[in-house]
């Protein structure tokens, strides 16, 4: 079992930097491949960023490739996302998640077991 609780959401402008935290609970956080999502009232969920349990691969979306970071501390139990050059289309609540999956299937909110409650993230332009 694992909980998670993310923070550091907020509003910023166009241009600016955010960085997300989840803090995670639990025996399984050091053997789980950790994600991070985001989604937009009336759209799926979608997949931003997904780190390994060894924190030795690390997947992007394309439309946040160079910009967003994702790197995890074992030792403290905690996943940070990094979010760089933000812009108005980054606006959503973002979600940090944890699985045990195939690495093929980082992207698919199936192939995580636990999710957190949430964060908004607003950028204007």
């Known amino acids: 079992q694992v909980q998670l609780v993310e923070s550091g959401g907020g509003l910023v402008q166009a241009g600016d930097s955010l960085r997300l935290s989840c803090a995670a609970s639990?025996?399984?956080?050091?053997?789980?491949?950790m994600g991070w999502f985001r989604q937009t009232p009336g759209k799926e969920r979608e997949f931003v960023a997904a780190?390994?349990?060894?924190?030795?691969?690390?997947y992007y979306a394309d439309a946040v490739k160079g910009r967003f970071t994702i790197s995890r501390d074992t030792a403290k139990n905690t996943l940070a996302l990094q979010m760089n050059s933000l812009k108005p289309e980054d606006t959503a609540v973002y979600y940090c998640?944890?699985?045990?999956?195939?690495?093929?299937?980082?992207?698919?909110?199936?192939?995580?077991?636990?999710w957190g409650q949430g964060t908004q993230v607003t950028v204007s332009s």
């Open positions: 780190v390994t349990a060894s924190g030795g691969i690390r």
């Open positions: 639990g025996r399984t956080f050091s053997s789980s491949t």
């Open positions: 998640a944890a699985g045990t999956m195939d690495y093929s299937t980082t992207h698919d909110t199936k192939s995580y077991d636990y």
